[in-house]
């Protein structure tokens, strides 16, 4: 789906591109933030939180469309 970036800076831009499009975004964030617990990379604790914050929005977004 989307390739596991290993620097933080790319982590972000992708974040923020799934974030502006919001296409499925609850699903990318919960992919992003599980391949980036499992390889344990440096962007962690970030994803964790972004994570978090995306899946409160994906959330109120996806309720008030559907």
Same mark, same amino acid.
């Given at each position: 789906?989307?390739?596991?970036?290993?620097? #933080? @800076?790319?982590?972000?831009?992708?974040?923020?591109?799934?974030?502006?499009h919001r296409v499925r975004s609850d699903l990318i964030t919960h992919r992003l933030c599980?391949?980036? #617990? @499992?390889?344990?990379?440096n962007a962690e604790g970030f994803m964790h939180k972004a994570a978090r914050q995306m899946r409160r929005m994906a959330g109120l977004n996806s309720g008030a469309e559907r």
């Open positions: 789906m989307l390739p596991k970036y290993g620097k #933080r @800076r790319f982590a972000n831009r992708a974040f923020r591109f799934s974030f502006e599980q391949s980036n #617990r @499992r390889s344990g990379k």
